[in-house]
C-alpha cells in the first residue's frame, strides 16, 4: 500500500504562484508515474501533469507553459509549480500515483489539497 499526502494548496490572487507537494511512503523508483489531476466544483477529474519513472513528462493544453512538475527522489516527493493561476485553476488538487505490475490495486491517491484563485 503506498500512501500520498499532498500540501503547499491556499488562496492566491490571480497571477500568483504556488508549490504543491505530494509525499510518498515509498521510493519514486518502485511506481510507474506520478500525477497530479485536479477537480473543480460539478466538474469531471482531469489530468493536468503527469511524469513517468524515466522523467518524461506530459501537461494538460491549459496549464503547458505555467505548470511543472519535478521529483525529488531522495525525499520521496513530487513537486507541482503552479505560475501564472488564473480563477480557472481553482480546484482540490490530487496526486496520484500508479504501480503498473498491480493492475488496478495498483492506483493510489492522496487526499488532495485546495487551490484557490481569486480575481
Known amino acids: 500500500q503506498v500512501q500520498l499526502v499532498e500540501s503547499g494548496g491556499g488562496l492566491v490572487q490571480a497571477g500568483g504562484s504556488l508549490r504543491l507537494s505530494c509525499a510518498a511512503s515509498?521510493?519514486?523508483?518502485?511506481?510507474?508515474?506520478m500525477n497530479w489531476y485536479r477537480q473543480a466544483p460539478e466538474k469531471q477529474r482531469e489530468l493536468v501533469a503527469a511524469?513517468?519513472?524515466?522523467?518524461?513528462?506530459n501537461y494538460a493544453d491549459s496549464v503547458k507553459g505555467r505548470f511543472t512538475i519535478s521529483r525529488d527522489n531522495a525525499k520521496n516527493t513530487v513537486y507541482l509549480q503552479v505560475n501564472s493561476l488564473k480563477p480557472d485553476d481553482t480546484a482540490v488538487y490530487y496526486c496520484n500515483a500508479k504501480d503498473y505490475k498491480l493492475g488496478p490495486r495498483g492506483d493510489y491517491w492522496g487526499q488532495g489539497t485546495q487551490v484557490t484563485v481569486s480575481s
Open positions: 515509498v521510493s519514486l523508483i518502485r511506481l510507474n508515474a
Open positions: 511524469m513517468t519513472r524515466a522523467g518524461s513528462t
